[in-house]
């Protein structure tokens, strides 16, 4: 009887990743997207991990800012969006993983707003 029970624990146990695919590394299509709310606040620098595994800096990108790149990842690599607008009000940065957001937040301020968002796959 404890053999049949540790049986079916161990067999539940096991679980699939969210994607059904824990395989890495592996290649995803990555979306970085930042948009606002505030009238009057169109531009933003914007910095992100591009398809090398670098970091692309983008002055003054207009708002909504939407960049999609295709990129092979490894387990617990880590992706960041940064985003810097001066004048106040909000700014809204999201990753998206295979078209699933994955990560999002909302940054405010009166002068100068400024946020940072990371996510890394586990």
């Known amino acids: 009887m404890i053999a049949l ?22 290649d995803v299509t990555i979306e970085y997207r930042v948009t606002t709310t505030t009238s009057g606040l169109n531009a933003a620098d914007v910095t992100y991990n ?4 670098g970091r692309s800096d983008i002055d003054n990108a207009a708002i909504p800012f939407s960049k ?10 880590t992706l960041g969006l940064s985003v ?13 993983v295979n078209d699933k957001l994955v990560k999002t ?3 405010t301020s009166t002068s100068i707003v400024h946020g940072v968002l990371a996510y890394y796959f586990e």
Not at 5 to 26: A, I, N, R, T
Not at 50 to 53: K, M, S, Y
Not at 68 to 77: A, C, F, G, H, P
């Open 5 to 26: 029970l540790l049986s079916v624990s161990l067999l539940f146990s096991c679980k699939k990743d969210k994607d059904g695919d824990s395989g890495y590394p592996k």
């Open 50 to 53: 591009n398809e090398t595994g």
């Open 68 to 77: 999609k790149i295709t990129k092979r990842v490894t387990q617990y690599e």
């Open 84 to 96: 810097t607008a001066t004048g106040g009000g909000n700014l809204k940065a999201e990753i998206l």
């Open 105 to 107: 937040e909302t940054y």
